[in-house]
């Protein structure tokens, strides 16, 4: 939750004679001073990257997949060319 403007001054004047400087800058410095400042926390950010590896290693196996059922596809057209071709010239030599 962010503080609003008028609520640091506040607060910071309010726990400044009671735990000084420093410690009340290291209060406030925990509470984000806009809503777009929000947090993450590790815990938060280890489980979104395991989610972003699994998407990625999904994707890669679908396009290795992909890409094998090409090149065996390839191939296969490639053999038959191939034997075509050697039996219109045999019929062609014979």
Same mark, same amino acid.
């Given at each position: 939750m962010a503080l609003s403007t008028k609520h /640091?001054?506040?607060l910071y004047e309010h726990f400044r004679p009671q735990v000084g400087d420093e410690v009340t800058e290291? $209060?406030?410095a925990e509470f984000p001073a806009r809503d777009g400042?929000? $947090? !993450? =926390?590790?815990?938060?950010? /280890?489980?979104e $990257?395991?989610?972003l590896r699994t998407e990625m290693h999904e994707l890669s196996a679908a396009t290795?997949? /992909?890409?094998?059922t090409v090149g065996l596809g390839a191939t296969g057209v $490639?053999? =038959?060319?191939?034997g075509v071709m =050697? =039996? !219109?010239i045999i019929n062609a030599l014979g």
């Open positions: /640091r001054p506040a290291a $209060l406030l400042d929000d $947090l !993450v =926390t590790k815990e938060f950010l /280890r489980a $990257l395991a989610e290795n997949r /992909r890409l094998t $490639l053999l =038959t060319a191939s =050697t =039996t !219109v």
